[in-house]
């Protein structure tokens, strides 16, 4: 298990992208954690949307 700060946008950014590849139900689950904490940032505004773009194409992949 890998242990992230939870306040680390990037951390948690990079982590989702390195899920997507092996583990796709925990890369949703993982931006969702990224977009509630960073969409709160001003500065995290334009990472916020290319997450959300991730996270559709994920749910849309993956029927749960």
Known sequence: ????DA???GA???LAL???K???REAIAQW???IALASQLPTEKD???VARQH???LKGQVKE
């Not at 298990?1 to 992230?4: G, K, S």
């Open 1 to 4: 298990m890998i242990e992230v």
């Open 7 to 9: 306040k680390h946008t």
């Open 12 to 14: 948690m950014y990079n």
């Open 18 to 20: 390195v899920y997507e």
């Open 22 to 24: 092996v583990d796709p």
């Open 32 to 34: 969702e954690r990224y």
């Open 47 to 49: 990472w916020v949307d």
């Open 55 to 57: 996270l559709k194409k």
